[in-house]
């Protein structure tokens, strides 16, 4: 079975654009969640949806946003792009999501902003 | 709020010795957890977790890690650690709730 597939790989922005990043879930897992993950650093929570709906958001501004499919496939949406959205931003995927499920990650897309 | 600390950035060591690799964490309720790791260029990956039960876990690739509820750790052990080692490792806590909590991560730098 396939990973967490996440697209597109790499992203070059420039400050003030908008950007959307898409990832596919394993075959059957119904929640996805999205890191931040800044160089150097461990990644940060930004949103957990299950079933479609929005179970989690973690301390980002309102210019992050995301939605999940009925495919329980999802997406990231970043408007307003700063310096320091620059990151590798990460999926990960669950059958449930529950506090003990086993999170799978994507590879993540690396976002450089200009 | 839960927090998680991981005591060491960079841990060098020699192949074929033992190594470990602290994480302490602070939360008010009972919580879940993770180690993972990330080599190069790539994502994470789920090398052990704790749950409830027995405090001490052992991952498929010989490591190991002993939940330590008194001193809030959860440090991570092998006796003998390959190059192939070398990567990124990641302590994590997780409540009930859907919130997963990194740690700012060690890097293990295998010498041969």
């Given at each position: 079975d396939a990973g967490v597939t996440q697209s597109p790989t790499h992203l070059i922005k420039t400050r003030g654009q908008?950007?959307?990043?898409?990832c596919s879930p394993i075959s059957g897992h119904k929640s996805v969640s999205w890191y931040q993950q800044v160089l150097g650093?461990?990644?940060?929570?930004?949103?957990?949806?299950?079933?479609?709906?929005?179970?989690?958001?973690?301390?980002?501004?309102?210019?992050?946003?995301?939605?999940?499919?009925p495919n329980y496939s999802s997406e990231l949406n970043v408007n307003a792009l700063l310096l320091g959205d620059s990151a590798l931003y990460l999926c990960a995927s669950s059958l449930g999501g529950g506090g003990g499920e086993t999170q799978y990650f994507g590879p993540g897309t690396r976002?450089?902003?200009? | 709020a839960q927090s998680v600390t991981q005591l060491d950035s960079q841990v060098p060591v020699f192949e074929e010795a033992p190594v470990e690799l602290r994480c302490n964490y602070?939360?008010?309720?009972?919580?879940?957890?993770f180690w993972y790791v990330q080599y190069p260029n790539q994502g994470l990956q789920l090398l052990l977790k704790y749950l409830s039960g027995s405090t001490l876990v052992e991952s498929i690739n010989?490591?190991?890690?002993?939940?330590?509820?008194s001193q809030t750790s959860f440090h991570?052990?092998?006796?003998?650690?390959?190059?192939?080692?070398?990567?990124?490792?990641?302590?994590?806590?997780?409540t009930g709730g859907f919130k997963t909590i990194f740690g700012a991560g060690t890097r293990l730098f295998v010498k041969a």
């Open positions: 908008h950007v959307t990043l898409r650093q461990g990644p940060q929570f930004i949103f957990q949806y299950y079933e479609k709906e929005e179970r989690g958001r973690g301390n980002f501004p309102d210019r992050f946003s995301a939605r999940q499919f976002l450089l902003v200009l | 602070s939360s008010s309720v009972s919580v879940y957890l010989g490591f190991e890690a002993e939940f330590n509820k991570l052990r092998k006796p003998s650690v390959h190059i192939s080692d070398t990567a990124e490792y990641f302590c994590a806590v997780r």
